[in-house]
């Protein structure tokens, strides 16, 4: 199969969709691997690296896409890119569909068989490919929260881990999954005051289980959100539904009850965000204020640690990728139902339920669209 890699083109997305030493995988599997020219450099990975590991450079963004049977990306394709796609390719990257109708729409009409990694679930409900990023994005969730509470940035002035005789900073997390677990690591390590909320009671006794004492565990209810985000200096939004719309769990009247120079992060906003009043920001310009609150809402976090995340990615999405590559999408789905849950969009039609109920349309069922490629 020819596998393409374009250069990632949203605001100070460093990441590339596929390493060195993938390629090399890739190629020894048999397939032909082209690289975007500079596509990796924002990770550390210089062409020089691709070529060495048997891919070929591509200057031209368009020539890349034409050649191409799948494309594998980092994020979702942006509008200058929506026309490049050709009827029948494989697009195999993060596309958070829910919160993205133009999107959603444009690889309807390209007849882009979609599939998304953040859909692809086992059968004991992990998200694999979504796992590594959500552990870079809950642990850069409280750094980012840290420093904006400076003073110097508009902050209340506050250390996160206080000092002996001077109390740490509330942190409330809010969602008990991959996200809020690493960002409670990451604020119980600073020295903060932790308290995590869920609606599951089975999560709240694994982290209650597995974490260190002095964290506490409250049950997620809009009485409970209300009462810890008053409290808080530093409220995390982590809140995850597979592949639907995040649910607006802390309002605006929630906000105005913070103190001034406090701080929210909204890790959820590109699936929409959970923190009211949230929209998506840049790393180039990553908060706003209101209401006297600081508002952190950088969709690609884990593009600040390019190489890290990078990386990360690779060791999870290259399984998925050989199957792929090796079988072909039918095959490979039919073989693993955990890979077919990522499929979104197929031949114009949307095929994720979640998806087709945040916008009112109408949805192909996954399990009879299997039966008929048998």
């Known amino acids: 199969m020819i596998i393409a890699v374009p250069k990632e083109i949203k605001n100070n997305e460093n990441r590339v969709a596929l390493t060195a030493a993938g390629t090399e995988i890739l190629k020894k599997a048999g397939h032909q691997i082209l690289i975007e020219k500079n ?26 896409f034409d050649r191409a049977e799948m494309i594998i990306k980092v994020k979702e394709p942006l509008k200058e890119e929506y026309n490049l796609f050709k009827e029948g390719q494989i697009l195999f990257t993060y596309l958070h569909l829910a919160a993205d109708q133009e999107l959603t729409e444009a690889l309807k009409e390209r007849g882009v068989t979609a599939v998304a990694y953040e859909t692809v679930q086992t059968e004991d409900g992990e998200l694999p490919l979504l796992t590594p990023m959500s552990e870079v994005a809950g642990r850069l969730s409280v750094q980012a929260a840290a420093s904006f509470l400076e003073k110097p940035k508009g902050g209340s002035g506050m250390l996160l881990g206080g000092v002996p005789g001077v109390k740490p900073a509330k942190v409330v997390v809010i969602g008990g999954g991959i996200v809020g ?3 409670a690591k990451i604020a119980l390590g600073m020295g903060a005051d932790v308290t995590i909320m869920d609606i599951k009671q089975s999560t709240m006794r694994y982290i209650d289980d597995t974490f260190p004492c002095g964290i506490k565990t409250i049950m997620s209810n809009q009485s409970h959100v209300a009462e810890e985000v008053k409290e808080a200096d530093v409220v995390i939004g982590a809140v995850l539904i597979p592949g639907a719309k995040a649910p607006n769990l802390v309002t ?7 103190t001034n120079g406090s701080v929210v992060v909204d890790v959820a906003i590109d699936q929409g965000g959970c923190i009211e009043g949230t929209y998506p920001t840049t790393h180039d310009d990553p908060v706003f204020t209101k209401h006297g609150v600081i508002h952190y809402s950088v969709a690609n976090m884990p593009g600040a640690v390019a190489r890290t995340s990078t990386f990360a990615l690779t060791n999870a999405t290259l399984p998925y990728i050989k199957k792929l590559a090796a079988r072909g999408y039918k095959k490979a789905m039919l073989n693993d139902y955990s890979l077919a849950l990522g499929l979104n969009i197929y031949q114009g039609e949307i095929i994720c339920q979640a998806v087709a109920e945040s916008f009112n349309q109408e949805y192909k069922n996954l399990d009879k669209l299997l039966e008929s490629w048998q």
Do not use: H
Not at 41 to 50: F, L, M
Not at 252 to 258: G, L
């Open 39 to 64: 596509a990796g450099k924002g990770s550390g990975i210089s062409d020089q690296d691709y070529k060495e590991a048997g891919a070929e450079i591509i200057a031209d963004k368009k020539e890349l």
């Open 252 to 258: 605006e009247e929630m906000i105005k009850t913070m």
């Open 181 to 183: 677990r690493n960002a």
